[in-house]
């Protein structure tokens, strides 16, 4: 049985509701003594168009867990002495987002704390933060429409321009973005033969 608890007070603008969450399950299971699911805000955000909202709820998911997947990475494990089991750090939160979608939370997202047992260098960090976001009933365009007007947000709140300069070149955010496939993308960079040469040549 699943019970679910939400409680929200709006704001003085209307963008930012606060609110507390919480799913619980009845189960016999030993690892249903772990913390399932905390909501910790309601946000809204507005995307290109001023008649355009759409409201997310951010939450808390369990970096704790009994078992581990959202990615192919290899995880760090732990021991919960008071239950006597063996539980991972989690790569990734996609599962327990997945599942509030399925509860019934249409947009949900999260700002987490990951980590992958994996091989270290200068640009990867085995402990990292990660932005994940769900939607149903939505696509790829639903996806894009939120990207671009987040990034777009973002961007003019930080800089206050959409033209954002980085070393000697100039960055230009501006709507429409170019659509472009991974495949032409490299052909237009590295010539069209580029996926017929053997491996070794091409690395």
Known sequence: MKRL?????????GTLREGT??????SSSRSS??????AIRVTTWPLFSSSSINVFIEVETPILQPIYGGAMARPFVTHHN???MKLYLRIADELYLKRLIVGGLERVYEISKDFRNEGMDRTHNPEFTMLEIY????????????ITGLITHVAETVYG??????????????LPWREV???????????????????????
């Open 161 to 174: 321009t959409l033209e954002i300069p980085c070393g000697e070149a100039t960055i230009d955010l501006s």
């Open 33 to 38: 003594s772990i913390l399932y699911i905390g």
């Open 82 to 84: 008071a239950l006597d």
């Open 135 to 146: 939607e149903a009933y939505s696509d790829v365009r639903g996806m894009q429409e939120i």
């Open 5 to 13: 608890f939400i409680r929200r007070s709006s704001g003085s603008n």
């Open 181 to 203: 496939t991974y495949r032409d993308l490299v052909r237009e960079k590295m010539g069209d033969d580029w996926f017929d040469l053997p491996l070794e040549e091409a690395r």
């Open 21 to 26: 969450l919480m799913i619980s399950k009845q």
